[in-house]
């Protein structure tokens, strides 16, 4: 399921279908790495662990599969944090883009893609794993204003980071 539909997102039919302009991009957010966060940020209702389920190592495949089939222009990849594994998910991250790439380029397609990470805990050397994978796209959510940090965000995660 994409992050799309748990969601319920009331524009699916726009992104995936692409509008209703010949010009326009099929798109959809994929969420990545598993379905449980290892942070219990207070906006948020996706499982949290201190101990998640390993990751898919088949996951980038499936994922380069299903976007092919799903026959995107636009993909957005986002995930859960995984402040329990050495690199915090980044390689996985980067795994999944490259697979992206390369199953599409095989097809003779092109793909655009989207990486929404998690904060990396503020480690450069993360987000450069994820910054040079051959993505389109880096963004980061900041999720609040500082103000409200310690408030609504888990107590692992810094505002500056």
């Known amino acids: 399921a994409t992050v799309c539909e748990e969601a319920k997102c009331p524009n699916i039919g726009e992104c995936w279908g692409g509008g209703d302009d010949p010009d326009s991009t099929a798109t959809a957010t994929i969420m990545i790495m598993g379905d449980t966060c290892t942070r219990g940020c207070s906006f948020c209702a996706v499982k949290t662990s201190?101990?998640?389920?390993?990751?898919?190592?088949?996951?980038?495949?499936?994922?380069a599969e299903a976007i092919a089939q799903w026959g995107l222009d636009y993909v957005v990849l986002t995930s859960v944090d995984r402040d329990d594994l050495h690199d915090q998910g980044s390689l996985h991250f980067r795994k999944v883009v490259q697979e992206l790439k390369r199953t599409h380029q095989k097809q003779g397609k092109n793909i655009l893609v989207e990486a929404l990470t998690p904060d990396f805990r503020g480690d450069l050397t993360l987000v450069e794993h994820v910054a040079t994978s051959g993505l389109d796209v880096y963004a980061h959510n900041i999720e609040t204003v500082e103000r409200l940090q310690r408030r609504v965000r888990d107590r692992t995660a810094g505002y500056e980071q």
């Open 50 to 63: 201190r101990k998640p389920p390993p990751l898919d190592e088949e996951e980038p495949r499936k994922v």
